[in-house]
């Protein structure tokens, strides 16, 4: 229970923080991808470059999880053929739609009409994905790994 | 009461606090795909109880609707390229795009492990080589796509 007022609290912040940085806009994402503006780019890099040294300082010691009693341990997976293909799939629906996930979201939740045309593809996309159950590849990690048989712990 | 866009030097920080807030309050991975995931996974089974994941989704799509009440109404109106570049009956293209690129982005970021957030942020914090090969990828994909677009348009 715990848990998940604090996924959803941390939604909250991080879908925040996107729409006040002007990421839901499709404009703001076009004006960065055809390096008219720099805002995206340091603003990408400054979030990596922070969850980057955290993570770091997580991993210094053997820590474990302030709301459930887990080890912080995490894989760093090798490159496959998956990851360039569905990212060429992924880069090509973000270069038109200009939203990804989040912003998807956050387009959703101001009440943006066009949105639900994306959105609606979006979920389309992932229930083909789970129909055709190809093994699960978004890491949730250890919270209840036997609520979903599917999603193994051998992830992180 | 908001009126400017965050500086980045403050908007990033932020998320990059709450990738390490998720690996050190519950050991997850943020990411906005796994969250997608999740909800539709469990609702299309008639399920309510979502995991961290789903409830992390949850939040995001109230973000929305959060900052809209802050913010005085929608920060964009429009819809970038798309409704500056049809009118009238040519209108249609929008929606078809639109679910097209959805299409694209769910399955493709369940294929590739992750989408901005979970490979470009989390995955790239934790020097994960695939997610440095995927955000290359997508990264490098949408630029070239950007620059069609305004090469055709």
């Known amino acids: 229970m715990r848990v998940r007022i604090a ?3 941390i939604g909250l912040v991080f879908g925040i923080t996107l729409c006040w940085s002007g ?4 404009d703001v994402i076009r004006g960065a991808l055809l390096f008219e503006q720099s805002y995206l780019f340091l603003f990408f890099a400054s ?3 922070t969850a980057a040294l955290g993570l770091a300082l997580l991993r210094r010691r053997d820590r474990r999880a302030l ?3 887990t080890p912080l341990v995490w894989t760093r997976d ?3 053929r998956r990851h360039i293909i569905g990212s060429l799939l992924f880069g090509i629906g973000w270069g038109v739609a200009e939203a990804c996930p989040g912003p998807i979201a956050t387009q959703i939740g101001q009440g943006i009409g066009w949105a639900v045309f994306t959105l609606v593809g979006t979920v389309a996309g992932v229930y083909l994905f789970l129909r055709r159950s190809l093994p699960e590849t978004e890491p949730a990690l ?3 790994p036997s609520a ?3 999603m ?4 992180g | 009461m908001l009126h400017h866009q965050l500086a980045w030097f403050v908007a990033g920080p932020v998320m990059g606090l709450c990738v390490v807030a998720c690996r050190a309050l519950f050991n997850g991975r943020l990411g906005v795909t796994g969250g997608f995931s999740e909800l539709v996974s469990k609702l299309s089974r008639g399920s309510f109880s979502f995991d961290w994941r789903g409830w992390f989704a949850i939040g995001l799509f109230a973000s929305g609707t959060v900052f809209l009440v802050l913010w005085g109404g929608p920060d964009f109106h429009g819809y970038g390229w798309m409704t500056r570049t049809f009118h009238g009956s040519a209108q249609i293209w929008i929606p078809v795009l639109l679910l097209a690129s959805g299409g694209l982005i769910g399955f493709g970021a369940k294929l590739a492990g992750g989408c901005t957030s979970g490979n470009g942020l989390s995955g790239t914090a934790a020097l994960s080589p695939a997610s440095l090969a995927a955000t290359a990828t997508f990264f490098a994909t949408a630029i070239v796509v950007s620059f069609l677009i305004k090469a055709v348009i």
Do not use: H, Q, R
């Open chain 1, 67 to 69: 709301l459930i009693d």
């Open chain 1, 7 to 9: 996924a959803a609290a």
């Open chain 1, 152 to 155: 193994s712990p051998a992830v």
């Open chain 1, 142 to 144: 250890d919270v209840e």
């Open chain 1, 47 to 49: 979030a990596v470059g």
């Open chain 1, 78 to 80: 090798s490159p496959a």
């Open chain 1, 148 to 150: 979903n048989p599917a």
């Open chain 1, 23 to 26: 990421m839901s806009s499709p």
